[in-house]
């Protein structure tokens, strides 16, 4: 017999968000429990990843693995196609944020392409990316292990610039970034593809939060104020 869906959420598709990969996961775990088929969590973030393929092309996993986990986590695409690692991190204290749109929505599948295309005319350029990315990745699991906020800060503001390096930033990206910053951010960088969708600030205290997502919106930027690592 044929099977209706309804879907509804406040998430904004083609946003840097992960809608996409929220929806795909939310289906299969609904389908799951509608006919019991008895998948468990990896099973059901497997059917999720199937899905979103479909709006992502080759995507990278960790959408879909976020939104089936939940919580904090740590993610490792395994490049030779083996299981990816995926960690569970156990933060401190939750971390306040300031998520501020560009307004902008882009396709992923077109950004993932030029980048691509960019990665195999300068695969040298690419290579030194990676490298860098990884020390902050690294670094940024350690920060947030032990509750350095200030140092989680300063990593996203690294990883913005090596964003920036390969074109995947925006004007509207840099002026919610320049506010947040001079404003007391922490750290501001895009979320998602880039070229639009989403900035993610991260804030030292709930006034500061305040003061930034003001800030922005009087730019003409909407923002959400939320917090990311709450039990």
């Avoid at 003001?214 to 104020?225: D, L, P, R």
């Amino acid at each position: 017999n044929p099977v209706k869906i309804k879907l509804s959420g406040n998430l904004t598709c083609a946003s840097g968000v992960g809608a996409s990969a929220a929806l795909a996961s939310a289906v299969a775990r609904a389908l799951n429990q509608h006919f019991s088929l008895n998948l468990n969590d990896n099973q059901i973030n497997e059917v999720a990843y199937e899905g979103e393929k479909g709006s992502a092309g080759m995507p990278s996993g960790i959408d879909n693995t976020c939104s089936t986990y939940g919580g904090m986590l740590s993610f490792e695409k395994n490049l030779l196609g083996g299981p990816n690692k995926i960690s569970l991190l156990k933060v401190k204290f939750p971390m306040l944020i300031v998520l501020a749109s560009t307004g902008i929505t882009q396709e992923t599948k077109e950004i993932v392409a030029d980048v691509k295309a960019e990665k195999e005319k300068n695969p040298e350029k690419f290579e030194k990316f990676f490298a860098d990315y990884k020390s902050i990745y690294k670094k940024a699991v350690d920060a947030i292990a032990s509750g350095n906020l200030g140092g989680v800060g300063l990593l996203m503001d690294k990883n913005q610039q090596l964003l920036r390096d390969i074109n995947v930033s925006c004007p509207e990206i840099e002026s919610i970034i320049s506010t947040a910053k001079s404003n007391g951010a922490l750290g501001a960088k895009l979320t998602g593809t880039g070229r639009g969708g989403l900035v993610v600030c991260l804030c030292s205290d709930k006034k500061t939060q305040e003061k930034i997502s003001m800030a922005i919106n009087k730019t003409g930027f909407e923002t959400t104020i939320t917090e990311v690592g709450k039990k």
